[in-house]
Each structure stands twice: as structure tokens, then as C-alpha cells.
């Protein structure tokens, strides 16, 4: 049974352009997690989503940054215009439907120049 | 106020020791989960052990042990017999309903362990 599958898992890109992370999460689970981890520091909340929904983006810049989950395919994590600030590891995480455990994928490091 | 909180930023143990790194947790949800979670060097997350609110005994995964006690709010990881492979950053994290059939995680700031050889 595949994990979370994250690609790519290094993107760079220079300061104006778009930055598109993809996310599939493990078979059967249909709730996917979005977080970012700056340098040294713990995970943050982005948003959270099921398959057409959005369930919570408390956690998401206002500006720039979107999340989808169709119904098929994987989720997207999509940040336009990028800045030097967005340069950050961004991890997905899924979970089964009902009362379960929150699996990471291996993470997508992002590098702004 | 901080709902998961862990207070060592940073805990050394020597090899074959057992060490325990904290984390507390505040919620008013009866129902609610606690997670450890490791982040190795090479930057993955990876899932170490449950407890649920409701379980009564305390969680175990091989040399892992979750210390849980409900009435303090804390969770404690316990790692036993340390390896050099143990020194990682640990993130504690608790799962609680946000709506019916959603659930919000909320992740502490974790705690950098060194296994000294």
C-alpha cells in the first residue's frame, strides 16, 4: 500500500512566478492536510480539504496561495507570485474518512530566488 | 493560549538510556487523539504512536511508550533503550472534532533529541 506521495519533492522558483506542490494521498483516504514548516521551526496549519471541498483554510495567506482536491486526481497546493518568504518545506498529510490517523507525505521543499 | 505545548526546545540522552519528552495538551472535547510524530534529518514525518481519550491503557510501539495521563493533560513520549538513530526533532499533536465528522490537528513547536554515543 503506497503512502502519501508528494512531488516534487524540490522545486525552485524565481520571485514573480507560480509554484504548483501536488499531494496523492494513501489509498482510501479521502481527507488531505496541507502544512508548511519554515527553517527550524514546527508545522503550520494551512488548509484542510476533502475530495471538492474545502473544509477549513483558516491557515492560508489570504493572497497567493490556493488548495484544491478534485474529484479525481491528486490535491493541489498552488502559490502565485512567489516571494523569498514562501521558501519552506510544505508537507501533506491524509487520513482515512472516519476516526484515524494523519499520515505525511514526504514533503515538497521549496526554494525562492 | 497554546493548545499542545511542548517545553523542551532541545533534550540530549546517552546511548541505551530512556528518555522521556513532554507534551501537554488543553482542550475542552471529550473526545479527542494525541499523536507522536519523528522528523529525522532527512526531513520526513513519520507516524510513531496513538492514544485515544477513551483508551485505558497507555499506548506502546516497541521501544515507544505514550505516558498518558488524562487528569495532568499530558502526554508524554517515553523512548527506551536510545539509539544514535532516535536523534531527530519529535512533534506532539492532538486531534480534536472541529465539525461533525471533520477534524482539526494542532501540532506542538517539538522537541530536538541528541542520542550521545
Known amino acids: 500500500n503506497a503512502g502519501v506521495m508528494q512531488n516534487p519533492r524540490h522545486l525552485v522558483r524565481r520571485r514573480g512566478q507560480e509554484a504548483r506542490l501536488r499531494c496523492s494521498p494513501m489509498?482510501?483516504?479521502?481527507?488531505v492536510y496541507w502544512y508548511r514548516q519554515l527553517p527550524e521551526e514546527g508545522l503550520k496549519f494551512m488548509v484542510y480539504?476533502?475530495?471538492?471541498?474545502?473544509?477549513?483554510e483558516s491557515g492560508m495567506p489570504k493572497e497567493r496561495f490556493s488548495a484544491e482536491f478534485p474529484k479525481e486526481g491528486p490535491s493541489i497546493l498552488r502559490i502565485q507570485q512567489v516571494v523569498r518568504g514562501d521558501s519552506a518545506a510544505y508537507f501533506c498529510?491524509?487520513?482515512?474518512?472516519?476516526?484515524?490517523?494523519?499520515?505525511f507525505g514526504p514533503g515538497t521543499r521549496l526554494l525562492v530566488l | 493560549a497554546q493548545k499542545i505545548t511542548q517545553t523542551q526546545p532541545g533534550m540530549f540522552v546517552q546511548e541505551k538510556e530512556a528518555v522521556t519528552l513532554d507534551c501537554t495538551y488543553d482542550?475542552?472535547?471529550?473526545?479527542?487523539?494525541l499523536f507522536w510524530y519523528k522528523q529525522p534529518s532527512s526531513g520526513e514525518m513519520i507516524f510513531l504512536i496513538y492514544?485515544?481519550?477513551?483508551?485505558?491503557q497507555n499506548a506502546t510501539e516497541g521501544r515507544y511508550s505514550l505516558n498518558f495521563q488524562k487528569a495532568r493533560k499530558s502526554a508524554n513520549l517515553v523512548i527506551s533503550a536510545s539509539q544514535l538513530g532516535d536523534s531527530a526533532m519529535y512533534f506532539c499533536?492532538?486531534?480534536?472534532?472541529?465539525?461533525?465528522?471533520?477534524?482539526?490537528?494542532?501540532f506542538g513547536t517539538g522537541t530536538r533529541l541528541k542520542v550521545l554515543a
Open positions: 498529510a491524509s487520513s482515512p474518512p472516519q476516526y484515524g490517523t494523519q499520515y
Open positions: 489509498k482510501g483516504h479521502s481527507h
Open positions: 480539504l476533502q475530495k471538492e471541498n474545502i473544509i477549513d
Open positions: 482542550t475542552s472535547d471529550p473526545s479527542y487523539g
Open positions: 492514544q485515544g481519550s477513551y483508551d485505558q
Open positions: 499533536a492532538m486531534r480534536e472534532e472541529a465539525t461533525s465528522g471533520t477534524y482539526k490537528y494542532i
